[in-house]
């Protein structure tokens, strides 16, 4: 069954303090890995697509990267305006998109 | 517009009651979809329109849901005899891609549900 994991459930980080996320996925077929971020009553933005096994890609203090079986979101040198929960999300072979539960992330300046 | 826009931002029913939740995706935007988002959870798949064509319905949790996109275009989402589980934020979301190319999607902010 496709499957998305992510870890931790929280996390609090100072500002400045890097870290990384992390999304365990199983799936048949992989054909995209998804990250998005969700502010408090907004819906999720798309933040970048993963396609294969060591690709990387990097957006301001985000950097995701892919390898067969996880992804992780590395955060640089966070600031406040970084907090939000990320939301990991795969589609394969069923063509629909699987998401995980999300990482509520707190950065305090 | 310049994004995807959910209304009623807010609904408050009581059980029993009807409610349509409506959605109007990005001009031009070919595939359509709807989640339901429970509070600490992921968005879970409700349903999803490639133009007005309704192919994949099957994340709908009963047969109270019902959703149209009659013209391939705006949609909304019914609640028939809403119940207190129904309660959530619904979230609409669009993409130019068709089916299978669809990771990356445009949300809107979501209509929450509150059934008393």
């Known amino acids: 069954e496709d499957q998305v994991t992510q870890s931790p459930e929280a996390l609090r980080l100072q500002e400045g303090e890097s870290s990384s996320l992390n999304c365990s996925y199983t799936?048949?077929?992989?054909?995209?890995l998804f990250w998005y971020r969700q502010d408090p009553g907004k819906g999720p933005e798309f933040l970048f697509t993963?396609?294969?096994?060591?690709e990387e890609k990097e957006k301001e203090r985000l950097k995701a990267t892919l390898t067969k079986k996880e992804s992780f979101l590395h955060i640089t040198a966070p600031k406040p305006e970084d907090s939000a929960t990320y939301l990991c999300?795969?589609?394969?072979?069923?063509?629909?998109?699987?998401w995980g539960l999300g990482t509520s992330l707190a950065v305090n300046p | 517009g310049a994004g995807v826009s959910q209304s009623p931002r807010y609904k408050v029913a009581k059980r029993g009651q009807d409610v349509a939740l409506r959605c109007d995706p990005i001009?031009?935007?070919?595939?359509l979809f709807w989640y339901q988002q429970a509070l600490g959870q992921g968005p879970e798949f409700l349903t999803y329109?490639?133009?007005?064509?309704?192919?994949?319905k099957s994340g709908l949790p009963s047969d109270r849901f019902f959703a149209e996109r009659p013209e391939g275009s705006v949609s909304t989402l019914k609640i028939q005899r809403t119940q207190q589980e129904d309660s959530a934020v619904y979230l609409c979301?669009?993409?130019?891609?068709?089916?299978?190319?669809?990771?990356?999607?445009?949300f809107g902010e979501g209509s929450r549900l509150t059934v008393l």
């Open positions: 329109f490639q133009n007005e064509a309704q192919l994949d």
């Open positions: 001009s031009g935007h070919v595939s």
């Open positions: 993963l396609y294969s096994a060591g």
């Open positions: 979301a669009s993409s130019p891609a068709g089916l299978g190319n669809t990771g990356e999607l445009f």
């Open positions: 999300a795969v589609t394969g072979n069923n063509r629909k998109l699987i």
């Open positions: 799936v048949s077929g992989l054909r995209g």
